[in-house]
């Protein structure tokens, strides 16, 4: 029985550590254009932004405030909810 209680003492430090590695869906297709560590002129890196700019950022983008080629299209088709999940996602990496 201890043994047991032990285990699931374990699991449950382990769990929202791992659960914080994995990206969100819709993450992984953002490091396409956006490498999490390097960038150039037209395209801005993530890493070193925090979740809040990145959720501005596509908020802009989505209500047409921001210029854009393609990220306008993109954003709108993210939440609230996913915007401010793959934006604490990026926000781990820095």
């Known amino acids: 029985m201890r043994t047991i209680i032990v285990a ?3 699991l449950a430090a382990i769990a929202p550590a791992s659960a914080q590695s994995v990206a969100p ?3 992984a297709a953002c490091s396409g254009c956006h490498a999490l ?8 890196p ?5 979740p809040e700019s990145i959720v501005t950022a596509m908020q802009a983008f ?7 080629t393609v990220m306008d299209r993109i954003a709108k088709g993210f939440s609230d909810e996913e915007t401010r999940a793959i934006a604490d996602w990026v926000g781990q990496k820095r």
């Open 37 to 44: 560590g390097v960038g150039s002129a037209s395209i801005p």
């Open 25 to 27: 869906p819709g993450a």
């Open 62 to 68: 989505r209500m047409g405030q921001r210029q854009a």
């Open 8 to 10: 699931a003492i374990l």
């Open 46 to 50: 993530l890493s070193g932004q925090t």
